[in-house]
Each structure stands twice: as structure tokens, then as C-alpha cells.
């Protein structure tokens, strides 16, 4: 199993331009959920997702757009990237059963906006 | 809402020594409680868990009691060593609504030899 990947590993963008950020796993998990990471704020989540055609708004979804058509894929979109948006993406998955479910980190994306 | 807070770092340390990270929780039920670790260049790995209180995670040497009446999910360990040096990040989540994790706002760790 490869886990949770994500790509590209690094990306700069100029203000105005649009992008997607990948993700994806081949755990079988339902739930999926993106995260940024600034410096001295932890992770916040941006939008998540319980299932293949069901997203939701987290923390701080201004900017972003998530769809989930498959199990497996949760593409982040940056519509017009601002520098507001410049930070260290990651995706998570995880089972959504009964009790303790593990949520599993992907790597991690670093994006600068100029 | 829900919030976590965990002492600021960065926390130095010479090998061998004791470690306290601690964190404290607001939360609107019972959330289940969480330590993760990020080392250099990673992503963010489980190091241990406790889904009620008084429940001990453990896990690597690391140690979290679930403190309910503090509100409290300290993270210790008795003896450092270098490759413990990372960024350790305190979590609570919830198992109803959107069941993300909050974070607190994580400690860096130095370990020096």
C-alpha cells in the first residue's frame, strides 16, 4: 500500500493563477480532509469529506474547492491563489467505523504564492 | 468551539533528559485525545492516543494520561535522544459532527547530544 499520496510536492504561483492540489489514497477509507499548517497555528482544516460525493466546508474554506467522485481521489482546487494562501498543505484519510479510526497523513504539499 | 493549547517552544533539551510538552483541551463533550509527531520534511505520524479519560496512551517511550478533571493530555518521556528531536502536536477530535482533529499549535523539540 502506498498510503496517502500527494502531488505536487512543491508549487509556486503567481497571485491570480489556479491550481490543483492532489490527493489520494488506496486504503479504502470514506473519510478524507485537507489541512493547512502555518507557522504557529497547528493545522486547520480546510474542507473534508465522509464519502464519494459528499464534501463539507471545515475551518477555513475561503479560496478552496474540494469534489469527491471517487473513493479513492480528494483534489484541493485554488481558484485565483492569493499570498494569503501560501502555507504547507496535507491531506488525510481514515475508516469511519465504529471506535478509534487512525487518521493517516499524507506527506505534504508546499505552496508559495507570489 | 473546540480548542486545544500546548506550551510554546521551542523546548531544548541535552540527551537523556525528561521531557513535559503540555497541552489542555476545551471541548464540548468528550473528545478522543492525540500526539502527533512531525519530523523534518514529513507528513504528521499517530504517536499515541486515548479515547476516555484516565486512559494512558504509550507508545516509543511516550506517555499521555487522559485527564479529564485538568482538562489535560501531557505528553512525557523519561529519557530523550536525538531522534526524538521533531514537532509534537496535540489533537482532540470528536467522534460526532465533522470528526476532523483540532490542533493545537505544536512544540518544537531539540534534542542535543
Known amino acids: 500500500n502506498a498510503g496517502v499520496t500527494q502531488t505536487p510536492k512543491f508549487q509556486v504561483l503567481k497571485t491570480g493563477q489556479s491550481m490543483t492540489l492532489q490527493c489520494a489514497q488506496d486504503?479504502?477509507?470514506?473519510?478524507m480532509s485537507w489541512y493547512r499548517q502555518d507557522p504557529g497555528m497547528g493545522l486547520r482544516l480546510i474542507h473534508y469529506?465522509?464519502?464519494?460525493?459528499?464534501?463539507d466546508q471545515g475551518e477555513v474554506p475561503n479560496g478552496y474547492n474540494v469534489s469527491r467522485s471517487t473513493t479513492e481521489d480528494f483534489p484541493l482546487r485554488l481558484l485565483s491563489a492569493a499570498p494569503s494562501q501560501t502555507s504547507v498543505y496535507f491531506c488525510?484519510?481514515?475508516?469511519?467505523?465504529?471506535?478509534?479510526?487512525?487518521?493517516?497523513f499524507g506527506p505534504g504539499t508546499r505552496l508559495t504564492v507570489l | 468551539g473546540n480548542s486545544v493549547t500546548q506550551m510554546e517552544g521551542p523546548v531544548t533539551l541535552s540527551e537523556e533528559a525528561f521531557l513535559t510538552i503540555n497541552c489542555t483541551y476545551t471541548?464540548?463533550?468528550?473528545?478522543?485525545l492525540f500526539w502527533y509527531v512531525q519530523y523534518p520534511g514529513e507528513g504528521l505520524q499517530l504517536l499515541l492516543k486515548?479515547?476516555?479519560?484516565?486512559d494512558k496512551g504509550s507508545n516509543k517511550g511516550f506517555e499521555a494520561t487522559y485527564r479529564k478533571e485538568t482538562t489535560s493530555f501531557h505528553l512525557e518521556k523519561g529519557s530523550v535522544q536525538v531522534s526524538d528531536s521533531a514537532v509534537y502536536f496535540c489533537?482532540?477530535?470528536?467522534?460526532?459532527?465533522?470528526?476532523?482533529?483540532?490542533f493545537g499549535s505544536g512544540t518544537r523539540l531539540q534534542v542535543q547530544p
Open positions: 488525510a484519510s481514515s475508516p469511519t467505523g465504529l471506535g478509534f479510526n487512525e487518521q493517516f
Open positions: 486504503m479504502n477509507h470514506e473519510y
Open positions: 469529506s465522509v464519502g464519494a460525493g459528499i464534501t
Open positions: 471541548a464540548t463533550g468528550y473528545p478522543s
Open positions: 486515548a479515547t476516555k479519560a484516565d
Open positions: 489533537a482532540l477530535r470528536m467522534d460526532t459532527g465533522r470528526r476532523a482533529l483540532t
